[in-house]
Nanobody, 124 residues
Framework: QVQLVESGGGLVQAGGSLRLSCAAS????????MGWFRQAPGKEREFVAG????????YYGDSVKDRFTISRDNAKNTVYLQMNSLKPEDTAVYYC?????????????????WGQGTQVTVSS
C-alpha cells in the first residue's frame, strides 16, 4: 500500500501556470504507474495524465494535451503535473493515483491508491 499526498493547488488567472506535486510513501515507488485525475463540481472524475513506472511513457487526456506535462522523480518518490495555459474549465479537485502494475490505464477503477486531492481554481 502506498500513501499519496498532493500539494501545489491554488487560485490562478486564466493563462497562468501551476505545478502540482504528489509525494508517495514507501520504498517501492518505482513499481507503481502513476496518474492524475480531476473532478469538477457536478461532473465525473476524469483522467488527466498518466506515466509509466520509469517515466518512459506518458499519456494525456484530450482536454489537457499540449498544455499539461506529467513527470516523476523516483529518487524523491514524487510525481508532478505541470499545468500551463490554464483555462477556467480546468477548475477542479486534482487527485493523484497509483497503480502497482506496469501498464498505465486511463480509467480510475484501475487505480487502488488515491490521495486526498488538491483544489485548482482558474479565474477568468
Amino acid at each position: 500500500q502506498v500513501q499519496l499526498v498532493e500539494s501545489g493547488g491554488g487560485l490562478v488567472q486564466a493563462g497562468g501556470s501551476l505545478r502540482l506535486s504528489c509525494a508517495a510513501s514507501g520504498r517501492t515507488f518505482s513499481s507503481y504507474t502513476m496518474g492524475w485525475f480531476r473532478q469538477a463540481p457536478g461532473k465525473e472524475r476524469e483522467f488527466v495524465a498518466g506515466i509509466s513506472r520509469y517515466g518512459g511513457s506518458t499519456y494525456y487526456g484530450d482536454s489537457v494535451k499540449d498544455r499539461f506535462t506529467i513527470s516523476r522523480d523516483n529518487a524523491k518518490n514524487t510525481v508532478y503535473l505541470q499545468m500551463n495555459s490554464l483555462k477556467p474549465e480546468d477548475t477542479a479537485v486534482y487527485y493523484c493515483a497509483a497503480r502497482p502494475q506496469s501498464i498505465v490505464y486511463l480509467t480510475e477503477s484501475e487505480y487502488p491508491n488515491w490521495g486526498q486531492g488538491t483544489q485548482v481554481t482558474v479565474s477568468s
